[in-house]
């Protein structure tokens, strides 16, 4: 089963809106959580990550809140721009190289 | 430098077949992964290897499906007898460890992936 749930499944945002794509899990034994980012045709790239002992992180116009008692992780995209289109996956990490990943969020940004 | 490569880039066979898919690592990876990406769906793992260890091949869904890898260059994802269900992108990933924040994790660099349709 999938041990990282996602959603929405996709979404379409205004230019200068904000995307949130927002992530569950159930296993405590994870403690690492990226999030990766895929144009199409064009494998993932890692875009930012957290560990569970910090409750955000802010990368550019990209943040992760993580709420540890709830098991619950979100990105948020600030001022989203036609070029942050995307589809968006969740993931987690109980070990130093095995990812779980969601299912994924197409993000659309209109211009 | 040059990333991941995959080939080939789009695989067409008929249900029955084998096929074998290639993945050529970033230079200096010592860890690999494949992937399987189907439609609308997330990343599901498959095999990983780390250097001289054995691989972990938790992921493979069926004996049709092995792996092998050359050292800590190539490798190559062969699936045996292909079905309808095997039709997806399949992805490789490679990865040196190293210290994320105070965390030793693989930082994973994707290939563009091998889509299969198997008719």
């Known amino acids: 089963q999938q041990q990282v749930k996602q959603s929405p499944q996709s979404l379409i945002v205004q230019k200068g809106g904000i995307s949130i794509i927002n992530c569950a899990y159930e296993?405590?034994?994870?403690?690492?959580f990226p999030w990766y980012q895929q144009f199409p045709g064009k494998g993932p790239a890692l875009l930012i990550a957290?560990?569970?002992?910090?409750s955000e992180k802010k990368e550019g116009r990209f943040t992760i809140s993580f709420n540890k008692s709830a098991k619950q992780f979100s990105l948020h995209i600030m001022d989203s721009q036609p070029g942050d289109s995307a589809t968006y996956f969740c993931?987690?990490?109980?070990?130093?190289?095995?990812?779980?990943f969601g299912a994924g969020t197409t993000v659309t940004v209109r211009a | 430098g040059a990333g991941v490569s995959q080939s080939p880039s789009n695989k067409v066979t008929e249900k029955g077949k084998d096929v074998e898919l290639r993945c050529d690592p970033i230079?200096?990876?010592?860890?690999l992964y494949w992937y399987r990406q189907r439609l609308g769906q997330g990343l599901e793992f498959l095999i990983y290897?780390?250097?001289?260890?054995?691989?972990?091949k938790s992921g493979l869904p069926s004996d049709r499906f092995s792996a092998e890898r050359t050292g800590e260059s190539v490798s190559t994802l062969t699936i045996q007898r292909t079905q309808q269900e095997d039709s997806a992108v399949y992805l490789c990933?490679?990865?040196?460890?190293?210290?994320?924040?105070?965390?030793?994790?693989?930082?994973?660099?994707f290939g563009p992936g091998t889509r299969l349709t198997v008719l």
């Open positions: 957290i560990r569970p002992d910090v």
């Open positions: 230079s200096g990876h010592t860890a």
């Open positions: 993931a987690a990490s109980s070990n130093d190289y095995k990812l779980s």
């Open positions: 290897f780390q250097g001289n260890s054995a691989p972990d």
């Open positions: 296993n405590t034994a994870f403690d690492y």
């Open positions: 990933a490679s990865s040196l460890r190293r210290l994320l924040g105070v965390q030793y994790r693989h930082e994973q660099f």
